[in-house]
Structure formats: structure tokens, C-alpha cells
């Protein structure tokens, strides 16, 4: 129902930053929140940062102070500012429309020590 796009990914040494991108194929008003999860070799996929219709926000404790989540509503994208990366937030980054089934393909995050 859904279509989502994310981009933005690359490799980074530690304590670089990089910004993601998520398009929606729908208005991101369609869905109380969105979201971005991540998945590294060898673990589930886990929930990194969420933002409400209404604007708040809320992060993992592994990321708090260092990744900011938003939105911009008329262009259906959501984004994520990742500021001093480390190695462990090596992953591939998906991102969510909450209250739909569906992800995108994910973009790749590497940082290097």
C-alpha cells in the first residue's frame, strides 16, 4: 500500500556523520508516525528513531544525542542526521510507515574504526 525509498547510506570513518532519506509513495499524514530501524550481520532488526503527526520524537538510548529524526510533510521524506557515528552503527538502515506492512529496500551504513 505503501512505497518507501530510503538513500543516503555510505562508509564513514568513526565520528563522521551522514543523513538519510526516506520518500513515501503516500502522504506521511496517512500514518501516526514514522520511523527508521536498522539491522547489523547477525542480529534482529531494531527500532532507532520514531517521529509523531504531532512532532515528537523518540531514540534509541544507543543513539540518543547523536541521531536526529524529521520530517517534511509537503515532500512525503523522512530524514535522519547521524552525527558522530561509531563502528557499531554499522547496519543497514530501513525506514517504517507506522500502521503499514510494508518496507523499503534499505540503505547501507558502514563505519569504520
Known amino acids: 500500500q505503501v512505497q518507501l525509498v530510503e538513500s543516503g547510506g555510505g562508509s564513514v570513518k568513526s565520528g563522521g556523520s551522514l543523513r538519510l532519506s526516506c520518500t513515501a509513495s503516500?502522504?506521511?499524514?496517512?500514518?501516526?508516525?514514522m520511523a527508521w530501524y536498522r539491522q547489523a550481520p547477525g542480529k534482529e532488526r531494531e527500532l532507532v528513531a520514531s517521529i509523531t503527526n504531532g512532532g515528537n520524537t523518540n531514540y534509541a538510548d544507543s543513539v540518543k544525542g547523536r541521531f536526529t529524526i524529521s520530517r517534511h510533510n509537503a515532500e512525503s521524506t523522512v530524514y535522519l542526521q547521524m552525527d558522530s557515528l561509531k563502528p557499531e552503527d554499522t547496519a543497514v538502515y530501513y525506514c517504517?510507515?507506522?500502521?503499514?506492512?510494508?518496507w523499503g529496500q534499505g540503505t547501507q551504513v558502514t563505519v569504520s574504526s
Open positions: 517504517r510507515a507506522i500502521g503499514f506492512p510494508s
Open positions: 503516500i502522504s506521511i499524514y496517512s500514518t501516526p508516525a
